[in-house]
């Protein structure tokens, strides 16, 4: 460095003789040595280091002089040469690293194409370019273009405007790079930069914001011409002119710094409040338009590899710790362009026992149909655990499990009637959804007067219909089985013509590998399957010691409960398939409502299975913790189903929903020994289980490339769901054959309260 200066965003202090401050607002900065404080007088861009040497010889050495510059140059405190007249533009770039003169050049040689997509004024974005000193192309000189601009700026009045899509493609054809900016609206939005094979594309941005459109995308199919009504509609000069600057600073950046924060990113600045969010576009291999959709056509084989256990304190036996996966994943949340549209916790406050959190669903789904819709917007995913990152990291994962589970009309299919295949092929939706005989004979009533909404019953099958299938892995026969595409996904169009099953997310389960999401799923069947037993059949079932688990955190939230006035105790529901699986129940002590509260867990981990159906307790506990003046239950809740539970059931009625005190209560010892440390080796050893009690285990991989997370949908016919299915098998045999009722439960005399959740 020949003539070596401070750079222009530092305002050196010089304090003592050895001490010297350097301020900025970007951080503070302390030098200390010998000759520092003479040196930094000198540090001006006029001096030459043998000129600092010459000036200070009476009292330095040509070393010491050399050593303190060295002290400010190792930090990169230092440029070259004078600052010149401007020293603000000068600090600016030197503030982020950049030589100011390199960018004021990259400035002056590029040219920047600007257009406009709806009804949107380029004109104070044009001036506004301008004063970054680079050269603005109107589109048609660009498209005729002599030399071609190094970016594009796209202005639009809506992202998903149907135009943007001929602009895309030109833009990618030519590997032009451009900037997408919405200037109208109370929400105003800057980016992403959109730069062809390193970021996503407009595709991917748009596939992302329309799921996050539900509203928006059900009024277009009504109104059936395509189009959305205009929403971004407030406008105000100071709106307008906030945004034509940000677009000339992310350009400046782009060209000036050749780096920008905008790059893969939408910044939105709610003009009103000042609130500004950070949305990532996230690249989709996927993507028809700059990746490659024969990704997910691959086959549905699937090769268990090990995995070793290296996370097991909550949440389940994980492959890494919660932190890590969150990290990886929070990118995905976003209310414009995430998977999961929210995460927000649900206690009011933070209590430091429990923890949940609701998130938000992306659903891009067909039809037309106002109460799906409804569903739909009001249906959150739910995240607990016993830490606050674990709630976090378990929500957000549930989010994208059902993110994963849409149907999109990208997978392959086998379009067939069932008669085509037969049995040993295909999976019959019966075996599946376990209706029985009279449920279908009497759904029309049942459906209009008490289904409420998660218990109706479909139309018979038709096996002489064509529906489409989608190609499964069964782990039982290592061989492809076909399950009902309308089952295996989320509002799949076939449900639309021929209403034969209710799609739900019972056995899909997300996971940082296949084999995590495999087990957990299995073990989410287990759960259901033994919940479904025991309360149809109203057995009563032994209670489970808490203290044998020698956790501190039972003791913790005990006492949590107890100073609520609630109880908490396990019920032991373990099934013939040996996967320990337990109730927890909670309810008031001290009011004729008893707000009895249920949450479950499975898991080969007795420790995981209690602790599962702990917390699931907890997060339905914000529903009813707030009380009236009188002493009364404040519902935060407005189910119908769920209200009439809370407030209806208690214990001396419902005798079986707490631990029998006529039946000694198990510990957790009576399951020591179940679990391999390996998650493979336990999908294999609960696959073996199932086989030994007749059952398939069947998975279909809903894995997507972009959201870096395995996603898996099990089934197993035969297992039976804790919704109110009532056809024959093991809802009837297996409480009898391990002695829960003496003799099978006639369908009439079946619990006729459902379950509400």
Same mark, same amino acid.
């Given at each position: 460095?020949?003539?070596?200066?401070?750079?222009?965003?530092?305002?050196?202090?010089?304090?003592?003789?050895?001490?010297?401050?350097?301020?900025?607002?970007?951080?503070?900065?302390?030098?200390?040595?010998?000759?520092?404080?003479?040196?930094? +007088?000198?540090?001006?861009?006029?001096?030459?280091?043998?000129?600092?040497?010459?000036?200070?010889?009476?009292?330095?050495?040509?070393?010491?002089?050399?050593?303190?510059?060295?002290?400010?140059? =190792?930090?990169?405190?230092?440029?070259?040469? $004078?600052?010149?007249?401007?020293?603000?533009?000068?600090?600016?770039?030197?503030?982020?690293?950049?030589?100011?003169?390199?960018?004021?050049?990259?400035?002056?040689?590029?040219?920047?194409?600007?257009?406009?997509?709806?009804?949107?004024?380029?004109?104070?974005?044009?001036?506004?370019?301008?004063?970054?000193?680079?050269?603005?192309?109107?589109?048609?000189?660009?498209?005729?273009?002599?030399?071609?601009?190094?970016?594009?700026?796209?202005?639009?009045?809506?992202?998903?405007?149907?135009?943007?899509?001929?602009?895309?493609?030109? +833009?990618?054809?030519?590997?032009?790079?451009?900037?997408?900016?919405?200037?109208?609206?109370?929400?105003?939005?800057?980016?992403?930069?959109?730069? %062809?094979?390193?970021?996503?594309?407009?595709?991917?941005?748009?596939?992302?914001?329309?799921?996050?459109?539900?509203?928006?995308?059900?009024?277009?199919?009504?109104?059936?011409?395509?189009?959305?009504?205009?929403?971004?509609?407030?406008?105000? $000069?100071?709106?307008?002119?906030?945004?034509?600057?940000?677009?000339?600073?992310?350009?400046?950046?782009?060209?000036?710094?050749?780096?920008?924060?905008?790059?893969?990113?939408?910044?939105?600045?709610?003009? %009103?409040?000042?609130?500004?969010?950070?949305?990532?576009?996230?690249?989709? $291999?996927?993507?028809?338009?700059?990746?490659?959709?024969?990704?997910?056509?691959?086959?549905?084989?699937?090769?268990?590899?090990?995995?070793?256990?290296?996370?097991?304190?909550?949440?389940?036996? =994980?492959?890494?710790?919660?932190?890590?996966?969150?990290? /990886?994943?929070?990118?995905?949340?976003?209310?414009?362009?995430?998977?999961?549209?929210?995460?927000?916790?649900?206690?009011?406050?933070?209590?430091?026992?429990?923890?949940?959190?609701?998130?938000?669903?992306?659903?891009?789904?067909?039809?037309?149909?106002?109460?799906?819709?409804?569903?739909? #917007?009001?249906?959150?995913?739910?995240?607990?655990?016993?830490?606050?990152?674990?709630?976090?990291?378990?929500?957000?994962?549930?989010?994208?499990?059902?993110?994963?589970?849409?149907?999109?009309?990208?997978?392959?299919?086998?379009?067939?009637?069932?008669?085509?295949?037969? %049995?040993? /092929?295909?999976?019959?939706?019966?075996?599946?959804?376990?209706?029985?005989?009279?449920?279908?004979?009497?759904?029309?009533?049942?459906?209009?007067?008490?289904?409420? =909404? #998660?218990?109706?019953?479909?139309?018979?099958?038709?096996?002489?219909?064509?529906?489409?299938?989608?190609?499964?892995?069964?782990?039982?026969?290592?061989?492809? /089985? #076909?399950?009902?595409?309308?089952?295996?996904?989320?509002?799949? $169009?076939?449900?639309?013509?021929?209403?034969?099953?209710? *799609?739900?997310?019972?056995?899909?389960?997300?996971?940082?590998?296949?084999?995590?999401?495999?087990?957990?799923?299995?073990?989410?069947?287990?759960?259901?399957?033994?919940?479904?037993?025991?309360?149809?059949?109203?057995?009563?079932?032994?209670?489970?010691?808490?203290?044998? #688990? /020698?956790?501190?955190?039972?003791?913790?939230?005990?006492?949590?409960?107890?100073?609520?006035?609630? *109880?908490?105790?396990?019920?032991?529901?373990?099934?013939?398939?040996?996967?320990?699986?337990?109730?927890?129940?909670?309810?008031?002590?001290?009011?004729?409502?008893?707000?009895?509260?249920?949450?479950?867990?499975?898991?080969?981990?007795?420790?995981?299975?209690?602790?599962?159906?702990?917390?699931?307790?907890?997060?339905?506990?914000?529903?009813?913790?707030?009380?009236?003046?009188?002493?009364?239950?404040?519902?935060?809740?407005?189910?119908?189903?769920?209200?009439?539970?809370?407030?209806?059931?208690?214990?001396?009625?419902?005798?079986?929903?707490?631990?029998?005190?006529?039946?000694?209560?198990?510990?957790?010892?009576?399951?020591?020994?179940?679990?391999?440390?390996?998650?493979?080796?336990?999908?294999?050893?609960?696959?073996?289980?199932?086989?030994?009690?007749?059952?398939?285990?069947?998975?279909?991989?809903?894995?997507?490339?972009?959201?870096?997370?395995?996603?898996?949908?099990?089934?197993?016919?035969?297992?039976?769901?804790?919704?109110?299915?009532?056809? %024959?098998?093991?809802?009837?045999?297996?409480?009898?054959?391990?002695?829960?009722?003496?003799?099978?439960?006639?369908?009439?005399?079946?619990?006729?309260?459902?379950?509400?959740?």
């Amino acid at each position: 460095m020949d003539l070596p200066r401070f750079k222009a965003h530092l305002v050196p202090q010089i304090v003592g003789p050895d001490r010297v401050f350097l301020v900025s607002e970007e951080g503070h900065y302390l030098v200390q040595g010998k000759a520092v404080a003479e040196v930094a +007088l000198l540090l001006d861009g006029t001096h030459t280091i043998a000129e600092m040497a010459e000036k200070l010889s009476d009292r330095f050495t040509l070393g010491e002089v050399v050593f303190a510059v060295s002290k400010f140059q =190792r930090f990169r405190h230092l440029a070259e040469g $004078p600052i010149g007249t401007d020293r603000a533009a000068v600090a600016f770039w030197e503030a982020q690293g950049v030589d100011a003169g390199e960018a004021a050049r990259r400035l002056d040689e590029a040219r920047v194409e600007i257009t406009s997509v709806g009804a949107v004024d380029e004109a104070e974005a044009v001036a506004a370019l301008r004063t970054t000193g680079t050269e603005v192309l109107p589109v048609t000189a660009a498209a005729v273009g002599v030399t071609g601009p190094a970016l594009a700026v796209v202005l639009a009045d809506d992202y998903c405007n149907p135009q943007l899509a001929v602009v895309d493609a030109r +833009l990618r054809a030519a590997g032009i790079p451009w900037l997408l900016a919405k200037p109208n609206g109370a929400d105003v939005w800057t980016g992403p930069y959109m730069v %062809p094979g390193a970021t996503g594309c407009w595709r991917c941005l748009t596939q992302r914001l329309e799921g996050n459109r539900q509203v928006e995308a059900y009024l277009r199919r009504k109104r059936g011409d395509g189009t959305s009504p205009p929403a971004s509609l407030a406008v105000a $000069p100071w709106s307008g002119g906030l945004s034509a600057q940000m677009v000339a600073g992310a350009v400046a950046g782009i060209i000036g710094a050749q780096a920008s924060p905008y790059q893969g990113v939408l910044v939105s600045v709610h003009v %009103p409040t000042t609130r500004t969010e950070r949305h990532q576009l996230v690249r989709q $291999p996927q993507c028809p338009g700059c990746g490659d959709p024969s990704v997910l056509r691959t086959g549905p084989r699937i090769e268990l590899t090990g995995q070793a256990v290296r996370f097991s304190a909550d949440g389940g036996h =994980r492959t890494m710790r919660p932190d890590e996966t969150y990290k /990886r994943l929070e990118k995905h949340v976003s209310r414009l362009t995430g998977a999961v549209s929210s995460l927000r916790l649900l206690n009011d406050a933070d209590n430091g026992v429990t923890y949940s959190y609701a998130a938000g669903h992306n659903f891009a789904m067909p039809g037309d149909n106002l109460t799906m819709l409804r569903r739909n #917007l009001r249906g959150q995913s739910g995240g607990k655990g016993r830490t606050d990152i674990q709630a976090r990291v378990s929500g957000m994962c549930e989010a994208i499990e059902r993110y994963s589970g849409v149907w999109r009309n990208d997978r392959p299919t086998h379009r067939a009637r069932f008669d085509a295949f037969g %049995p040993d /092929r295909a999976v019959h939706p019966n075996d599946l959804l376990q209706y029985s005989e009279s449920q279908y004979a009497n759904r029309e009533e049942w459906n209009r007067d008490s289904a409420g =909404r #998660l218990h109706i019953v479909p139309e018979p099958f038709d096996t002489g219909r064509e529906i489409d299938w989608t190609a499964a892995w069964s782990l039982t026969h290592e061989r492809e /089985r #076909l399950v009902p595409s309308g089952y295996a996904w989320f509002g799949h $169009p076939d449900l639309e013509d021929h209403f034969y099953c209710f *799609s739900d997310g019972n056995g899909n389960a997300a996971g940082n590998t296949l084999e995590e999401a495999i087990l957990q799923a299995f073990y989410e069947l287990c759960e259901r399957d033994a919940v479904g037993l025991w309360w149809y059949n109203r057995a009563l079932r032994p209670g489970f010691e808490l203290d044998s #688990l /020698r956790e501190p955190y039972t003791d913790t939230l005990r006492e949590f409960y107890a100073g609520m006035n609630r *109880s908490l105790e396990v019920v032991d529901l373990t099934t013939d398939l040996g996967i320990p699986t337990f109730a927890a129940v909670s309810r008031r002590v001290d009011h004729p409502v008893e707000d009895v509260l249920l949450g479950f867990g499975a898991h080969l981990d007795v420790r995981i299975a209690v602790l599962r159906a702990l917390t699931e307790v907890n997060q339905f506990l914000p529903a009813v913790i707030n009380r009236t003046a009188d002493g009364a239950t404040d519902y935060w809740e407005d189910d119908p189903d769920t209200l009439a539970w809370l407030q209806q059931v208690t214990v001396a009625q419902e005798p079986w929903v707490v631990p029998a005190a006529h039946l000694p209560a198990t510990s957790a010892g009576h399951y020591d020994g179940l679990f391999s440390g390996d998650l493979a080796e336990d999908i294999r050893n609960g696959v073996g289980r199932a086989d030994r009690a007749g059952l398939e285990v069947i998975v279909l991989d809903q894995s997507l490339p972009d959201l870096e997370l395995k996603v898996a949908k099990v089934m197993v016919p035969g297992l039976r769901h804790f919704w109110r299915r009532l056809g %024959p098998g093991r809802l009837f045999t297996v409480p009898v054959d391990l002695g829960w009722v003496s003799a099978p439960t006639a369908e009439n005399r079946l619990n006729p309260r459902s379950v509400f959740f």
